[in-house]
């Protein structure tokens, strides 16, 4: 079945794909690339709709235009295999308040069709185990504290063996322990060759966690590739550590490099930054890059018009950077 | 392109989840295709979580609670009750106990009954989205169709369980308080007691059907909206708005087509012979709203954005 134009190496693939509510635009023709075995950070400030786009490729809403194919397979025409083959966790977990956590993921298990009877008390065991809920299992879900509903909830996604696991912001609510097991546990997945979209805004959490990653904003796909490439492309900058700021900032100048500036802290070194280069794309060598002088020249040339090097760095930009100047800096949700 | 069942065991889990995962696929044939496919496991765990909770329980009590007030009050009072006046069948009760059980079904017919009937189906589907497992249940995949058709067995369930809860109860107090002897029927014939057991059991029957075109409106109202409170309180207003209209002369030409209409219908069933008359047109009509709110039910849900 690879059909032209569509890979079977990848566990989510869209084209153009929108949803409208009334006039309003929640994902405007995106174009997801999800490899199969990646972990896939899908990062967005709020709003920007990461949680339309889940509910969309797991067929609970209509897209306006465009395609989407999950594991292989077009959404929402092929939803009934597809789906038991995907655990998520969409904007939350949700459980029936009044039945134990034991309860309610036995409750959810009989709605797959899938999903033998007789393993069934196993699967949830060790489902229950593996969020480390053991203990809460019995306990009605009603007096379950946020993180242990979220913990329950990742539970539910990992009820049956999957190929694919979306989950949207699964560390929200959970305790220091709690975030650290859930990124051991996506680890875990991924290593055992489950594909796992996440997303999120926790940058940091990205970092960690992902192989790639894509950003919307307002609706559309802003950016999209491996963290490595992400992070490449961005403003790298050169970082010198000395106690003759000024006389460094001159040399830098006279390479035509712009000091930022310059930390006069509570040692008596400084901290001098400059832009050493901007990157745009992914392109593995910039028009501008190619222009800015390399590291070593820089280094030479401080150290001939006797600047005390202390320290020396090139920064790559981190993601933080790069999902701001994709994103905006404005805190107001955008629309 | 591998076919999906051979596709390699990429997945999640320890060692012993990949057992799992074995078994998985060799069972997903024809022991599922039997079973949880038609969605038996599915509707047995529906029941359980129904009538597994303290509000479905307390209904049921509530329901029962009505015929017994009445033998109570009936033994208590001691007048013998004034034929005409009262709830129907009231002045059978001191002949036969087990009428307690009709008379129950009598005063339960125009509100209790279809109140909690109400609840039960307008939570169905909006119930279900107002606490977000609606999402859920549809990505485990429940299936849109398999959903409904569970949600309205569930439903038709507890129209039974609720005449039940009427009846049984209605039938043992009137045993416990009053004499059980023959009893004389509307026609003015007189039915032993075993014959006045299976009378009692086939007016629970008609009330029973009778709810079941309730019930599906319920279950369309409740695929509107994710707000159970709302879809409850329309079914409900919805059932006393054909109760008004059926009483109003005017709109005559309406009242065959209101599900209320045959709700009183029974009393031809307490005759000799028997007359089938009002059964049968109940029935259809009960059917032919089964047939279209089931129709809308799953043209509304079927397509419908879940954003719950
Ligand atoms: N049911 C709805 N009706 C109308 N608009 C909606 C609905 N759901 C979402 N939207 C709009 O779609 C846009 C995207 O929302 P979405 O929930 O996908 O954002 P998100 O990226 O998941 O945000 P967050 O990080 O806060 O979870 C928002 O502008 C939101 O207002
Ligand atoms: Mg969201």
Redesign the interface.
């Given at each position: 079945?690879?059909a032209e134009g569509h890979s079977?190496e990848l566990a989510i693939e869209t084209k153009g794909l929108t949803k409208r509510f009334g006039h309003q635009v929640a994902v405007n023709g995106i174009d997801l690339a999800v490899p199969?075995?990646a972990v896939f950070g899908f990062l967005g400030p709020n709003g920007s709709g990461k949680t339309t786009t889940i509910?969309v490729l797991?067929?609970?809403?209509?897209a306006t235009s465009g395609q989407a194919r999950v594991l292989?397979?077009e959404m929402p025409r092929s939803?009934?295999?597809v789906?038991?083959?995907?655990?998520?966790l969409?904007?939350?977990?949700?459980?029936?308040?009044?039945?134990s956590g034991a309860a309610n993921l036995?409750?959810?298990?009989?709605?797959?069709?899938?999903?033998?009877?007789?393993?069934r008390a196993?699967?949830v065991h060790?489902a229950l185990e593996r969020v480390g809920l053991t203990q809460a299992a019995g306990k009605k879900v009603r007096a379950y504290s946020l993180g242990m509903k979220q913990r329950l909830g990742i539970a539910?996604a990992?009820l049956?063996?999957?190929?694919l696991?979306v989950l949207d912001e699964p560390t929200n609510g959970l305790d220091p322990q709690g975030t650290r097991e859930v990124r051991a546990l996506v680890r875990l997945?991924a290593a055992?060759?489950?594909t796992v979209f996440v997303s999120s805004h926790l940058l940091a959490e990205v970092e960690q966690m992902c192989t790639h990653a894509a950003v919307m904003s307002a609706g559309r796909l802003v950016a999209q590739g491996t963290l490595d490439d992400l992070r490449r492309s961005g403003t790298s900058r050169v970082q010198i550590r000395t106690p003759d700021s000024a006389a460094a900032q001159r040399v830098l100048a006279g390479l035509g490099l712009m000091a930022e500036k310059s930390d006069q802290a509570a040692t008596a070194d400084g901290l001098v930054t400059a832009v050493l280069a901007v990157h745009t794309g992914t392109q593995e060598e910039s028009q501008e890059s190619r222009h800015a002088p390399k590291p070593e020249t820089i280094v030479a040339a401080l150290v001939a018009a006797g600047v005390r090097v202390r320290g020396f760095a090139v920064l790559g930009s981190s993601l933080e950077e790069r999902f701001v100047a994709l994103t905006g800096e404005g805190f107001d949700v955008a629309q | 392109m591998l076919p999906s069942d051979g596709r390699p065991p990429s997945s999640g889990g320890a060692p012993g989840d990949r057992r799992v995962s074995g078994d998985r696929r060799a069972t997903a044939g024809w022991a599922t295709l039997g079973s949880n496919l038609v969605g038996s496991e599915l509707l047995g765990s529906e029941l359980k979580v129904l009538f597994g909770r303290r509000r479905t329980w307390a209904m049921l009590l509530a329901l029962a609670a009505v015929p017994v007030l009445i033998a109570v009050v009936v033994r208590v009072s001691s007048a013998p009750g004034t034929p005409g006046r009262g709830p129907a069948f009231l002045d059978r009760v001191t002949q036969n106990g087990l009428f307690v059980g009709v008379t129950g079904l009598v005063v339960s017919i125009p509100l209790f009954l279809p109140l909690t009937v109400s609840v039960v189906a307008g939570d169905s589907i909006a119930g279900e989205g107002g606490l977000g497992t609606l999402r859920y249940l549809l990505v485990a995949p429940a299936g849109r169709v398999r959903l409904l058709l569970v949600k309205f067995a569930a439903a038709l369930a507890f129209c039974v369980a609720a005449t039940l809860a009427v009846a049984v109860p209605g039938a043992i107090v009137g045993v416990v308080l009053f004499p059980v002897g023959p009893v004389t029927l509307l026609s003015g014939d007189t039915i032993d007691v075993g014959a006045s057991v299976l009378r009692l059991l086939l007016v629970a029957g008609y009330v029973t059907v009778s709810l079941v075109g309730l019930a599906a409106v319920g279950l369309f109202i409740s695929t509107l909206t994710d707000v159970p409170v709302g879809s409850m309180a329309a079914t409900i207003v919805l059932t006393v708005v054909s109760e008004v209209l059926d009483a109003l002369p005017q709109v005559s030409w309406l009242h065959p087509w209101l599900f209320s209409h045959y709700w009183f219908g029974f009393a031809d069933l307490l005759r000799q012979p028997v007359a089938w008359g009002s059964f049968g047109g109940n029935a259809w009509l009960q059917a032919g709203y089964v047939a279209l709110f089931a129709a809308l039910a799953y043209g509304r849900f079927a397509s419908k954005d879940v954003l719950s």
């Open positions: 079945m690879t079977a199969r075995g509910r797991l067929g609970l809403a209509a292989g397979q939803l009934r295999e789906l038991p083959r995907v655990g998520a969409i904007e939350g977990p949700a459980f029936y308040p009044f039945l036995h409750r959810l298990d009989t709605a797959d069709r899938d999903a033998p009877s007789r393993t196993a699967r060790l539910n990992l049956a063996p999957r190929e696991l997945l055992e060759g489950t | -």
